[in-house]
Each structure stands twice: as structure tokens, then as C-alpha cells.
């Protein structure tokens, strides 16, 4: 398959692993954004062919992962009213709040149901007049258009019965946030790929400047993940600090500027909690006050909901680089993907989840 076959052909990716090789010649230290990332590299054993000098960490973004304790704990009280039909993807039914999970809730009569795009919640609040529905909003740059096109057919049918959870969070933030801490180990960033694909890649060289780190925009084929570190590692050696797309073929600087655009006219910057990483100032996006209507956190008042995360769970040093998923004391045992304690174990995208699939010694 064009774009597809020729960027998982084993020769290309050791021809490109050989330069690797050839070019380092000293540690350094690369976290790869997100999670789709983290899981080819796992899936392919890409760390494990790289030279010895080279270490990658994995970073925060993962959409299921970072999503707030409070969210999820504010998604369970709308969901457990039974005036409510909750929508929300399927990744998100397993994700442990402070007490449960949206499945228990289901279990209980709460009518919770998975769907694949915000338009068929839409969809749910049409054929359902009695009842509100409420799409639970989660996720980066991504995922906010078609989360924002829900908001605007909502209002163009005149439904009054939908709603939006809203728990956008932004990535430049976040690599601000790793990049500042007294604790950073990050020397270069192989950013997101699809998250460039709507935002182009404008925001980042101001930060690659500011913090001195190589920054290279990078997809999510074996051959793409190689090409992005073989970028950042002749960056690193050369002591330059420039933003790369080896990402071509899907992002240019620009970015999708007709969803930038919607995402612009139903969304307003915000400060937002990142679960196990805590508040990272304006990392966020909410309903503007011409959307309230929409905004289901108002509707349902569940503003007060106070959290509280497992004491094992290291989620948040493990999405910001500071440790791996088998550093983890809870690692295994008690947590599984059948009984997670973080979010980072039961994500198609989390860290934990990709080390128990293709790294697990039992
Ligand atoms: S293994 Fe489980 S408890 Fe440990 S960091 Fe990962 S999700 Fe949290």
C-alpha cells in the first residue's frame, strides 16, 4: 500500500538505523510525544536496535492518558444520571476514576455508549429528544475539530438536549512544561505527527529556540520513527536546534487552517490539570461564552468533584520522561490491563500498556 508498505520495509529502516549508528557519538536523551509513537517503537523493538548512547522516553501524548482525575470523576457523575445518555469513545469506559469506571457505571443502568465520532452523539441527542446527551470531549489538537463541528450541528438543528464534556489539552504547553522542569532529562522532541497535521508545525519553533532542543515533526511507520530520530540526533550532534518535518506527506507549517479555523471560533485557551502531571498553565481549550449552552459541566454543575489518584500509580513521571512503565512497583501486579490503577495501562496509546503487550517478563 502507497505511504504505508514502503514505510515498514525492514531494509530502508536498518539502512537508516546504520546511519544512526555512524552519526552518535555521545548519550542522548529523545522523548517521542506520542503514544502511537511509543507503540510502533515498542511493537518493532526500534529502542533495542538503536546505539546504547541513545535513550527514549516517552512522552504525554496519549489523549486517554492525560485526561484529568477530575474529568473522569466529573464524567461518572453526569453519567450515573439517568436523564443522561453518555457518549464517549471506547478507550475511555475502562479508565479508572477516584471509585470506578464508566463501565461500572453501565453496569448499574447508566446508559453509556461508545461511539467512533462526536457527529453520531449528535446524532443519539436527534433521536432522542427526552433524553440530554452528553459526548464526552477528550483529547489534543486532533481530535478538537470534529469535536468543535459537533458543537456547530448541534446549534444549526436547534438541539437543545447536547452537551459536550470538555478536556482538551494542548501539546506546546506540555513540552514547555517538561522542557522547564528542574527535573527535565528531554534533549529533543520527535513531535506528533497528526497533531501537526491540523496545527502545522508554526508553534514550535519559538520553543526549539527558547529551551535549545531540535524538534522534528514525525509520523508513525517504523521508517518514520527511525528517519525523526536520525533528524534529531545530527541536530543534537551538531549542536543546532531547528524544527524538521519528516512528517511530509501528511504536515506542512501551516497546519489544516480551515479546522484551526473552527477550532478558533468554539474554543478559547484555558489552564487544564494533565493527569499525574498536575495544572500546565493555558494547556488547555474550553467553550467560549457563546457556546456555554453547550458546555455540560455548566449544565450539570459538577464543578466540585474532588479527586484522588491511586498512591502506586507513577503515571505522571512516566509521561513526562522521568521514569519507564517497568520502574513501576505496580507494574504487573496489581496492575494489569484487566485491572488497571492509571489511565497509561488501559490506553490503546499508553506507556504501560505498550510495556505489557511487548515487553511484559512474567
Ligand atoms: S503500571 Fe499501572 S500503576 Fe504503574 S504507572 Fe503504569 S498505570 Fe500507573
Redesign the pocket.
Known amino acids: 500500500m502507497k505511504y504505508l508498505s514502503e514505510y515498514r520495509d525492514p531494509k530502508l529502516v536498518h539502512a537508516v538505523l546504520a546511519d544512526i549508528h555512524k552519526s552518535v557519538t555521545r548519550p542522548w536523551v529523545i522523548m517521542e510525544i506520542c503514544g502511537g509513537q511509543t507503540h510502533t517503537i515498542l511493537r518493532h523493538g526500534l529502542d533495542q536496535l538503536l546505539p546504547p548512547q541513545i535513550e527514549l522516553v516517552h512522552g504525554p501524548g496519549c489523549p486517554v492518558c492525560v485526561t484529568s482525575l477530575e474529568s473522569i470523576d466529573k464524567a461518572l457523575a453526569i453519567a450515573s444520571n439517568t436523564e443522561v445518555i453518555f457518549a464517549t469513545y471506547g478507550d475511555m469506559l475502562r479508565v479508572p476514576g477516584s471509585e470506578r469506571d464508566l463501565y461500572s457505571v453501565r453496569a448499574r443502568g447508566g446508559d453509556v455508549r461508545v461511539v467512533y465520532s462526536p457527529l453520531d452523539a449528535v446524532r443519539l441527542a436527534q433521536e432522542n429528544p427526552q433524553k440530554q446527551v452528553v459526548f464526552f470531549a477528550i483529547g489534543f489538537e486532533t481530535t478538537a475539530p470534529a469535536n468543535c463541528m459537533s458543537v456547530l450541528q448541534a446549534r444549526n438543528l436547534g438541539l437543545e438536549n447536547y452537551s459536550i464534556l470538555v478536556s482538551h489539552v494542548r501539546v506546546p504547553p506540555a513540552m514547555q512544561a517538561i522542557l522547564s522542569s528542574p527535573t527535565n532529562r528531554v534533549q529533543a522532541f520527535l513531535a506528533a505527527g497528526h497533531v501537526c497535521a491540523v496545527m502545522g508545525y508554526w508553534e514550535y519553533p519559538p520553543i526549539a529556540e527558547k529551551y535549545r532542543v531540535p524538534v522534528v515533526v514525525t509520523g508513525f511507520e517504523p521508517l518514520d520513527i527511525c528517519v525523526g530520530i536520525l533528524k534529531a540526533v545530527r541536530m543534537l550532534e551538531a549542536g543546532s536546534y531547528k524544527v524538521e518535518n519528516e512528517y511530509a506527506r501528511v504536515v506542512t507549517y501551516a497546519g489544516n487552517q480551515h479546522g484551526q479555523a473552527i477550532i478558533k471560533e468554539v474554543l478559547m485557551e484555558t489552564d487544564r490539570n494533565w493527569r499525574g502531571i498536575g495544572m500546565i498553565p493555558g494547556s488547555g481549550w474550553t467553550l467560549r461564552p457563546e457556546y456555554e449552552k453547550f458546555d455540560a459541566e455548566k449544565r450539570f454543575r459538577v464543578e466540585s468533584v474532588r479527586p484522588s489518584e491511586?498512591p502506586?500509580?507513577?503515571?505522571g513521571q512516566?509521561l513526562q520522561g522521568l521514569k519507564k512503565?517497568n520502574e513501576?512497583?505496580?507494574?504487573?501486579k496489581p496492575?494489569t490491563p484487566e485491572s488497571?490503577?492509571?489511565?497509561?495501562?488501559?490506553s490503546s496509546e499508553?506507556?504501560?500498556s505498550a510495556y505489557?503487550r511487548y515487553r511484559k517478563i512474567d
Not at 502506586?312 to 503515571?315: E, F, H, N, S
Not at 513501576?328 to 504487573?332: V, Y
Open positions: 491511586s502506586l500509580c507513577i503515571a512516566i512503565p513501576c512497583q505496580a507494574f504487573g496492575c488497571p490503577l492509571g489511565a497509561t495501562m488501559v499508553g506507556a504501560c505489557y
